[in-house]
């Protein structure tokens, strides 16, 4: 195929884009300028990140409230948080009082995925919008439950922030795959390569820092000693708290490998790897993972490594379409088409072509879920996507769980295989249960 037709497919594909990206504006809620009060809950990193962007909106946004577990980190972000808006912000260790206070309109939730259920569900019945960072449940069963929960609060926005899903060179890639120039695609694949180098050392448990209220870290996870391999950060590798790098980096990753192909859930799931570079106690979570994933027409690989930091097609982390006719590979620097040799030709199928990324993404998202707050509209990243990508996720890690390919139903919501069914929901502690919707 010539690739003359690029400017088409190019000008389809920012079309497209801006229609996923640009909210449309339904019947007004609030005013466009009106203030937004905010509470972040959760405000090492990824929440102050979400934060900042927040605050860019400048005098429609204020923070009137932080929370977290950790006394140290709070009241240096409390401190960072006057010093940039010469407000001094309350502060709380339990969130349920945060939650409490009727002045603040949305919560930020960058807890560790453990909690993200449980308080989005709060908040929704403290009559707070949310925005919640990714994985957005912890499980199958939190996930569907989260749906449930925002159906019964339509007037409340919850936004998931999986915020690839505003940026525009993410929706050109996905239409070129759409627009048939690659050929047929049958397998597509998604990674995170994350060059760690080293491995974690081992730590001893320990007593818990004086300044850090650990039972309520813990929340609805079962009880264990405190860690400083489970502890901010590397909660990431724990199942109790999170589910690794696949539903770390997966979410954001399989969320286009899903959309560009049309793609529902799969029909099985096959699990590989294991941990090959950590002694055993430093992680539970596989440092080492693959998991293929079967639909009709074709297969879609996940693939994650901690130490290794150079993935496929040279890149550390991606998404490849890989068609008869030419391959596109998309990351957060943008895309790429590599055409095949047409042997019959002699000549290539298409021209090869490159797309620096624009530039934009999370500060869009927020701006995206402050518009539709004020004057209703489209969420970029609703519950309804956040759930199909986590969950998708989670079948990947069910999998690796189970050391065997499962089977899913997706007329019956359910596994063919009963131990992987077992594990669509957490056995949380006693203290803690997830709210009946």
């Known amino acids: ?5 690029r400017n088409f497919i190019k000008n389809t594909a ?4 801006a229609v996923s990206v640009v909210p449309s ?17 959760g405000c090492r990193s990824m929440g102050w990140n979400d934060l900042m962007s927040f605050l ?3 005098n429609n946004v204020e923070c009137v409230a932080l929370c977290d577990v950790d006394k140290k980190v709070l009241d240096d972000r409390s401190a960072q948080l006057e010093k940039q808006t010469s407000k001094k912000p309350l502060v709380y260790t339990d969130f349920r009082q945060l939650l409490d206070n009727k002045e603040i309109d949305a919560v930020i939730i960058g807890t560790p995925d453990h909690w993200h259920a449980i308080m989005m569900m709060m908040a929704l019945e ?13 499980s199958i069963e939190e996930c569907n439950a989260m749906v449930e929960a925002a159906a019964k609060h339509p007037k409340l926005k919850v936004q998931v922030n999986m915020w690839q899903r505003s940026s525009k060179h993410w929706f050109e890639a996905s239409e070129i795959v759409k627009s048939g120039i690659l050929g047929d695609v049958h397998l597509v694949k998604a990674w995170i390569y994350k060059g760690y180098n080293t491995p974690y050392p081992f730590q001893p448990d320990s007593e818990a820092p004086d300044f850090v209220d650990y039972d309520m870290w813990l929340g609805p996870a079962p009880k264990r000693p405190f860690n400083l391999n489970r502890y901010h950060y590397n909660f990431r590798w724990w199942w109790d708290y999170a ?7 997966g979410v954001h990753l399989l969320d286009f490998a899903l959309f560009a192909m049309d793609a529902g859930m799969p029909q099985s799931i096959s699990p590989g790897g294991g941990i090959y570079y950590h002694e055993p106690g430093v992680m539970e979570t596989p440092d080492i993972q693959q998991a293929i994933y079967s639909y009709p027409k ?4 996940w693939e994650c490594g901690l130490n290794p930091g150079m993935g496929p097609y040279g890149k550390q982390h991606g998404v490849a379409y890989v068609g008869h006719h030419g391959t596109l590979v998309v990351d957060r620097g943008g895309w790429e088409i590599i055409p095949e040799m047409n042997k019959a030709e002699k000549k290539p199928y298409f021209e090869a072509k490159k797309q620096k990324e624009y530039g934009d993404g999370m500060d869009e998202h927020v701006k995206n879920f402050l518009e539709c707050i004020r004057k209703g509209g489209t969420l970029n990243t609703p519950v309804e996507l956040g759930a199909k990508t986590a969950i998708v996720s989670e079948m990947g890690n069910i999998a690796y769980r189970t050391g065997k390919r499962i089977h899913w139903d997706d007329a019956a919501q359910k596994f063919a295989e009963d131990e992987a069914n077992a594990m669509m929901g957490l056995q949380y502690n006693e203290n803690w249960k997830l709210p009946v919707v």
């Open 1 to 5: 195929m010539d690739f003359n037709r």
């Open 14 to 17: 920012i079309a497209a884009a």
């Open 25 to 41: 504006v339904l019947n007004a809620c609030a005013s466009p300028g009106e203030m937004i009060k905010v509470g972040l809950i």
């Open 56 to 58: 860019k909106e400048g």
């Open 126 to 138: 403290t009559g707070k919008h949310v925005y919640v960072e990714k994985p957005m449940g912890h």
């Open 243 to 249: 589910g690794g790098a696949m539903t770390d980096w």
């Open 298 to 301: 074709h297969t879609m690989l």
